[in-house]
Structures are given as C-alpha cells and as structure tokens.
C-alpha cells in the first residue's frame, strides 16, 4: 500500500508540475499550520495547539466536522458511518474526556458528554485547532486528554461587504449548499451564514461481514445537516466590545442496520442543537475583563423499531452558562487571569427518574510569567469546582517553555484532570436491563507531557517541528457494567494508563513562484484499561484506539492553482478483549482547485477525489465507509 | 483366451474388493474436521458491536479455541450470536441481531451458505430437511436446510424461544420478548400449522422431554413496569409437566417469587432436570422429574448466564458472562457440582451446542 501512495504522490506533484508551464506567475497565499506552545487566549505554555489548515478547511466545507478531523492523526474519530454518530477520542481517552469549545464555551452536552461532531457542518466555522493534553484547569469536567475548539471571528476590520457561496455534488447523491454574507465596520459588525447538505449515502462497498464477500449498496443510511449562525459585534468607544454568536444545527440520520444484516435498517434519529453566546469585553491599561453568558439546547429524537413494535425517545437537555474573566498584567510579563464560571445544567428525558437540575460552578485561575527576555515562560493554574454545592477536589496544572538555541524549545506540562458522570450515568432509570446511578463519582487523573519544539528557516525552505512524549492516568474511570441482578448499571470501575509519543510538522519550500507546503502528523497511542479493584496486572488494550496513526498533507500552490493530496494510514483498532479488530487502512484524497478573478469576486472550482486507492475500510464495527469518491464545487467570494 | 479372461476377471474383482475394504478403513479412520470431537460455546458477544462468536471444547485436549469462525472464514460471525444447533453435517449458527442463520460444516467450520431475511431468529430445530426458526417477529420460519431458503411462516406468540420436536409436532415456548406471552404453540409437522396453544404462567422459554415423553416447560414469569420504569406486577418462575397426548399441562411447580431463570435441561436418563436461578438465585439446581414434593436442589453455586447439559460425557457446561468487558469463562461441573475444569471464552457466552443433545 505505501508504494501505491508514493506512486500518487509523484503523479499528484507531475500534474502540478505540467500546469506550472501554463499558468501566470502569482502565488496565492495560504495559511500555514501553525504548532503552538506557547499560550495563546486560554492556551498555556508547555501545551500544543494544531489548527487545521485553512485551504483544507475551504475544499472540506460541505463536510462534518469529524470528517474534517479524521484528517489528524492525534485525533481518532470512531464514526457509525457517514453522516452517522461520531466521537472524538484524544490520547487515549473516551469520546466524553474531549471537552469541544465554541467561541469559549464548553458546548458538551450534560446528558451525555459526548457531541455528535456528525451533525456539525465544517463550513460555518472559520477555525477548527485541536489541544491534545488536559485541560480541565480551564475547562472544567471533560476536558481530561483534549480539547477542540471551534470558533467564528467576526472582525471589525472596516472592510464592508462581503458574501460568499458555495455549492457542491458528488457521490452517493450528496449535494450541500453554503451561503454567509455580512456587513464589517470599525464599530459595528454582522454576519449571516446557512449551509445544507443532503447525502443519500447509498454508496457502494465490499462487505466483507456478509456471506460472499458481496458488493453492496449502503441502504437506509440518508442524512441531512442545516446549519444556521449570524454573528453581531460592536466596538463601544476603544476599549468595550459586545459580541452575539447563535448557532442552529439540525441534523437527520436513518441508521443502516450492521454490516453483517441482510435486512436493510428502520430506525433513525434527529439531533437539534442550539447555541447562544454573549461576549462583553472591557479593556485598560493592564487589565482586561470579560463575560460570557451561553444558553445551549440540545434535543436528540430518536425513533426505534423492535419487531413489530416502535419506541420513540425523546431527550432534551438546557445550559446556562455565566462566565466572568479577568486578566491584571502585575508587572511587565507577570500576568495572573482569574474567573469564575456558573453552569447549570437541565434535562427532560424520557428514561430519566426524574428532569433533574445540576448547579456547577467553579473559580479559577492562572499565574503566568514570562522571563529572560521570554526564554523562559512559566504557568501555574488551578481551579476549584463545586456541584449542587459540594466542593470537588481542587485540580491543578503547571507548565513552562524554554527557548533554547537554534530555534528550539523545551516544553513540560503537567495536569490534575477530572471528569464528572454525566446525567445519563446519574439519572437513567431501572428498565429491568439498564439503570443509572446517582452514588456515582468523578473520575481523576493525571496528564504529564514533555516535547520538543524545532522552528527553522534555511533559504527557501521553513521548517516547523514538535515531538511530544506523554503519560496520563485515570482513575474511577466510569464504565457500565451489568450486576448480579442482569441490570446494566455504571460504576466507578476502571482505572486506565495511557503512554505515548506524537511528532507534528510542517515544511513550506519556495521555489520561484510555486510554493511546496507539507505538512505531517505521527501518533502512537498505548492506552490500557483494567478493572481497578483488580490485584492483577491485567489491562487490556482501550477499544478503538488505533496503536499508530499518520497523516501526510502536501500544498502545492501555483498562482491560482491549488492542488493538495492527503495521505492517511490508521492502524487496526481492537474492537473488544478478544482480539477481533477492525482492519488497518491507508487512504489518499486528491484535491484540485482553480481561483478565477472575477472583478472584485473570486471564484473557484475544484475538484475532490477521495479515497482513491478504493480502500475498504471501517471506522467502526458494522458500518461501512464508502469506497472512491468524487466530488465538484463551486465557490464565490465577494 | 478364455482363461486369462476368466483370470482377468478374478484379479480385477478381488483388487477391487480389496480397496473398497481398504477405503473403508480409512474413511472411518480419517478425522471429518478440527472440530469433530468436542463441543461449541455460543458467545453472544456486545450488541451492536458485531463481535458474537463460537468458541470449541475439545474433550481429547481438555482445552478450548476461541473465534473459530473468523479464523476459519476470515470474517466476523455477526451482531449477538444467540444458539447453535448441530444436524447431520452442518452446523445452523443463529446471529440473533444480524437477522440471520449462518450454516458451515460442523467438522470443519467452514462457511456453506447463510439463511437471511428472518428478523431477529433465536433458536433452530430441524426435522429431516426442514430447519424452524423461532423468530421474535412472532414467527416461526420454516427452512429447506439444503438450500437455506426460507419455505414458509408460522404465526406463534410473542418471543418465540426454544422449541421441541415430539409426537408428530413442532413445540414452541412463546418467552414474551420484552413484554409477557402465556402459550406454548403447537405446530403440526404434518400441515405446519399451528393446531394448538397451551395455556401456562408466564413466559415461557425453555422445553425438555423427560423419560416418559412428557414435556416440561420452564417459565421464567413476568415483570411489569410502568411509564416511569416502576416494577407494577410480578410473577413466580414456574415448572409445568404438559402430556403432549392432550397438549394440557398437567402439574405446576412454583420455584422462584422474585428470579426468573430461563433455562431448562434434562439428563440422559429422562429423570433429573437442571435449571438455572436467574439473577436473584444464581446457581444450577435440581430437580427429579418423578419427585411428588418437586425439590429444588442447589448443586451448583456460581453465578450462570447460561448452562447446557452434556449428554455424552454426562457434564453440566456453565457460562458466566462477568462484565461483558472481556473474556467470559467457561465452567465444566460434575452433576453433583464438582469443578473439573474453567477455560477463556468470548464475550458473553450463553449457552453449547453438542452433536449428541436431547435438548
């Protein structure tokens, strides 16, 4: 398989090479990805911030979320095919120990914990960054092996109008439309953005699970996403800004039955989510404040059928979020940022005992320093939470950065991390096979990471490395389990130890009027898990976590030609603890786009080939991926 | 010219009695398969994660191998494998969530053709070249096992279970599903319908024959709960002795007010029945089928979520499924509950299947 990809690297690179001879000599730039550990907004130093990349971000803008991030290899999504259910796992951890922020606020929802990033179209976000390592000194409960933020800057940068459109086709019947156009000033500022997408998903694939080994055609497997956001800012004088972000998603998805039925599936679900968030900032001289109020709904509709017979399910959940920040620059590089955070959490659900409410809140805080010039940068942060009154455990971080010679740093970091049950471990009712518990308790842990960071420049070429080893541990990890009763009940069961290393980097080499921009990815994940209670060494390998992961993306740009083609190879992953695992893959998308100047528009075309090896592949157990793809888009910016 | 014909002739028929006599030597001599000469464990594996499979008990080795679908057929088995059953050549494996039968060879295991388009199939019993699958769409289907094609549909009761073949008929303990069913339907061989329903209390799943050619039915009762998952209603586990002459049940044996156990088997004799405790009993008990004062007997303390008795080597084979996180493990007990042997299995193990069963 690595010959067939190199073979499409240097078919990928000829083709660009031809049209070189062809095209007018302009370089359109792009935006490099940019591996961070230094602090940035809530980021602390010794800790590593990936942005996705823009132009990927651009050609992917029909797509979800997850499937823009199964792109990056210190990420694993485990999808119930396309369009279907999909979490994201970092380090090792479950999908509810990624805390997903939006525009600052945690947007996990409370019942549980994990976010459906299938129903999140890509296209209406403007940045997607990912933050391996706990972060719950910041978060609070979740963010125990990572976060990813997702956010819309709406700037005020005075530059008028502005719109843009999108449209795109191709395989398995899937269309999706973007539309956002706004108005920015120096003082005021709106954006309104809707985006569509509608897939039959009936693609073809090997099913291996079958008798045969026959090809198939993906059934009962459709799914639409709309997407709704308008963002409002205004600029009070020089030091005031006021913020509104509302977000509406919508997302239906019929669930094919498993890969190894003959009888198409029958159930389907609907996901609707809404987001509100209010930021007001005031700035001074040294000092810097800020509120933040966010009121999340979430809805998730579920329609089942068990024989002859049908359940519908229907489980609603509300937050409320208050949020003050304050940040005092003590002395030159001496900077201490305290807050305080008030969640309430509610939720109606049909198989609840009751509609329950949860009062979290939590202060905390970070003492920041910068020193010798900035070779030296330092953090310590700590945070206190409460829950309906009674204190948790105080957790707490440390990290530093030294710049050494040549462009190179070192970076430590290590984190307390805690995760609270979420309501569906607290409060799911005794259905004679599944039943909450409401003596449940956080589960606590340690994250310690140490890397390297190599940042050079020779000639022509520019070079962005990191190297990170990493250890975390958790204990009280939460887990169902079924009783001497046969009721399915979760428990403080689990104690879980996870090491690993994760090399990231990018290359951008200018020749004449072409730029080369590589960039790559490498994760090796050990994470173990056993029974805590047991006085055996017995852990077992975590289920879906891939031991190896790569990723290799490669720009070539050319005045208005962009071509990109991204190289994926995902170990096999252990489905349970008997050995049975999904198979390893190696994927290769090609992707080519032409910008047109029209007046004062842009317009692209591309094209995007994905899956090109044909490969046959599972993200998880019983549902198919869809083999070779093709996809064609237009895109208009005013 | 005569005579060396004549001679010819001899020479030809006696080599050719000779290799006849020789083959059948080595047939008999040659194994059939890997899996001849030991039982199946059924492991239901985690639902929804398409892992179910069927581990071998080798009696020779004392030892059992696990996955031997995939290894033999490099795929999965399928979603919630729920029982084996052993005919002839073939063995009929039932994936009970991928709405399927799988059929291979019992010796070897490997793959001979698959039965689908059957929703959600639990058990399978065969008489001659015909297969019934009970069906928890409230059917039972009727099979050509030589073809895998589905023949006909039955109409039964409410999760259709375990079923048994006596006196001309089809028998079928209608377990209730995830609601509560009362009858047991009786299927003409002859016509294929349905021509009679015994009436017990409640649910129940499991039919053994006893020495005099009675049946004995287990029922597991019922829990009812209402809209906010409150327990409302509840009844005792139950035997019932039907005389399948009449189709009436003809005595009842309360065994349990609050544990609704779901399996029933019978030792080679006809005489003694096991039966496991369900969740608030747990254990494998006891039972003389012509004991007037029906004493339950313990002889077996260990928690079971499925058991069969072995009638060839006169073993009870107990699965204890622990967390569903892992391995299961496989307990082999003398009847009078002595432990010979614990082994590894797959996930969630249920039950055997044996190429020598009354059950």
């Not at chain 1, 449209?167 to 899937?174: I, L, N, P, R, V």
């Not at chain 2, 059953?85 to 709405?99: C, H, Q, R, W």
């Not at chain 2, 327990?231 to 002459?245: G, H, M, N, Q, R």
Request: aromatic share 12%; with cysteine; proline share 2%.
């Amino acid at each position: 398989m690595l010959k067939k990809g190199g073979l499409v690297v240097v078919a990928f690179i000829l083709s660009g090479v031809l049209a070189y001879a062809d095209i007018v000599d302009t370089i359109i730039p792009i935006n490099a990805v940019v591996t961070k550990g230094v602090k940035f907004d809530k980021y602390s130093a010794g800790t590593k911030v990936i942005s996705i990349d823009t132009f990927q971000h651009s050609l992917y803008q029909m797509n979800s979320v997850a499937e823009l991030l199964s792109y990056q290899s210190l990420v694993n999504i485990s999808a119930y095919g396309p369009g279907g259910l999909a979490a994201l796992k970092m380090r090792g951890g479950s999908a509810d120990h990624t805390t997903i922020v939006w525009n600052g606020i945690n947007i996990k929802p409370p019942m549980s914990g994990e976010l459906n990033l299938s129903g999140l179209n890509a296209g209406v976000i403007d940045n997607i960054s990912i933050q391996p390592g706990g972060a719950s000194t910041m978060y609070g409960t979740g963010a125990t092996t990572g976060v990813v933020y997702l956010s819309n800057r709406l700037k005020l940068n005075n530059e008028g109008l502005n719109g843009q459109l999108g449209y795109e086709y191709g395989s398995a019947e899937t269309k999706g439309i973007t539309a956002r156009g706004g108005y920015s000033g120096k003082a005021f500022g709106t954006r309104l953005g809707v985006s569509y997408q509608d897939s039959e998903n009936n693609f073809e694939f090997i099913n291996t699970d079958r008798f045969g080994d026959p090809k198939e055609k993906q059934e009962h497997a459709a799914y639409n996403t709309i997407s709704v956001f308008q963002q409002n800012a205004f600029r009070i004088g020089e030091t005031m800004k006021f913020e509104t972000d509302v977000w509406y998603s919508n997302h239906f998805k019929e669930i094919p039955s498993s890969t190894s039925s003959a009888l198409p599936g029958t159930n389907n679900q609907r996901d609707e989510n809404v987001y509100f968030v209010l930021n007001m900032s005031k700035y001074g001289n040294n000092w810097f404040v800020k509120y933040r109020g966010g009121m999340l709904y979430y809805s998730i509709n579920y329609l089942g059928y068990y024989g002859e017979e049908s359940r519908r399910s229907i489980n609603k959940s509300w937050s409320y979020i208050n949020e003050v920040e304050a940040k005092y620059s003590l002395k030159k590089n001496h900077k201490l940022f305290i807050g305080i955070n008030s969640t309430i959490d509610h939720a109606e659900v049909t198989d609840y005992t009751e509609a329950p409410w949860r009062n979290n809140l939590d202060v905390f805080g970070r003492y920041s320093s910068s020193l010798f010039n900035n070779y030296l940068k330092l953090n310590f942060e700590a945070r206190q939470a409460t829950v309906d009154y009674e204190f948790i455990p105080v957790v707490y971080s440390g990290g530093t950065e030294v710049k050494m010679v040549n462009s190179t740093s070192v970076k430590l970091s290590a984190a307390k991390v805690y995760n609270m049950p979420d309501l569906n471990d607290l409060y799911w009712a005794n259905t004679g096979m599944a039943a909450g518990n409401p003596d449940l308790k956080p589960e606590f842990g340690w994250n310690s990471e140490g890397g390297l960071i190599f940042n050079h420049t020779l000639n022509n070429l520019n070079f962005n490395h990191e190297i990170t080893y990493y250890r975390s541990e958790l204990n009280d990890a939460i887990s169902w389990i079924e009783d001497s009763t046969g009721v399915w009940k979760p428990r403080n069961y689990k104690h879980s130890k996870t090491n690993g290393f994760e090399f990231t980097g990018s290359t951008i080499y200018k020749f004449r009027s072409s730029v080369f921009k590589f960039s790559y990815d490498y994760s090796y994940i050990n994470a173990r898990v056993q029974d805590q209670t047991s006085d055996r060494n017995n852990y077992e390998l975590k289920r879906y976590v891939p031991k190896h992961k790569a990723g290799f993306r490669v720009h070539y740009i050319y005045s208005r030609l962009t071509s990109a083609a991204y190289l994926q190879y995902v170990d096999e992953q252990p489905v349970d603890e008997t050995g049975n695992a999904l198979d390893r893959y190696f994927l290769v998308d090609l992707n080519i786009n032409y910008q047109f100047d029209i007046r004062e528009a842009d317009l692209s075309v591309y094209i995007k080939l994905t899956n090109l090896l044909n490969t046959n592949y599972k993200l998880r157990a019983g549902y198919a991926q869809p083999l070779r793809g093709i996809y064609g888009g237009i895109k208009l910016k005013l | 010219m005569n005579k060396n014909i004549s001679n010819f002739k001899f020479l030809a028929i006696c080599t050719l009695v000779i290799s006849v006599l020789a083959s059948c030597d080595k047939d008999d001599d040659t194994p059939k398969g890997v899996y001849e000469n030991g039982v199946f464990i059924v492991n239901e594996g985690n639902f929804q994660a398409n892992n179910g499979s069927v581990s071998f008990y080798n009696y020779g080795a004392d030892s059992v191998s696990n996955n031997i679908f995939k290894e033999v057929n490099n795929r999965v088995l399928g979603d919630v494998v729920q029982s084996i059953k052993l005919s002839g050549d073939n063995a009929f494996i039932v994936v009970n969530n991928s709405n399927k039968v799988e059929v291979v060879n019992r010796y070897t295991f490997e793959e001979e053709g698959v039965v689908e388009g059957i929703t959600q199939p639990r058990y399978v019993e065969v008489n001659g070249s015909k297969g019934y699958v009970s069906c928890w769409d409230k059917t039972v289907k009727v099979i050509d096992i030589n073809t895998f094609e589905i023949l006909k549909s039955i109409d039964v009761g409410s999760g259709a279970e375990r079923m048994l073949i006596t006196n001309g008929n089809l028998y079928v303990a209608n377990g209730g599903a995830y609601g509560t069913d009362s009858t047991i339907s009786v299927i003409s061989l002859e016509t294929e319908d349905v021509v009679a329903n015994i009436n017990v209390k409640y649910n129940p799943k499991s039919l053994v024959l006893d020495k005099s050619g009675n049946i004995w039915a287990l029922c597991s009762g019922k829990e009812v709960y209402d809209g906010s998952w409150n327990l409302v209603d509840e009844s005792p586990a139950k035997l019932y002795k039907i005389d399948v002459a009449t189709n009436q049940a003809v005595l009842e044996i309360e065994l349990f007010a609050s544990s609704h156990p779901t399996r029933l088997q019978i030792d080679n004799d006809g005489t003694t029945l096991y039966h496991d405790g369900g969740f608030g009993a747990p254990g494998i008990y006891s039972l003389v089928v012509d004991d007037v004062k029906a004493t339950m007997t313990k002889i077996i303390d260990k928690s079971a979520y499925g058991f069969s008795y072995d009638s060839q080597t006169n073993v009870l084979f107990v699965c204890d499924a622990g967390s569903f996180q892992g391995a299961g493990t496989l307990y082999r007990y003398e009847t009078d509950g002595k432990e010979l042997g614990s082994y590894e299995v797959g996930i969630g193990p249920n039950g055997t299947g044996f190429k020598h069963t009354k059950q």
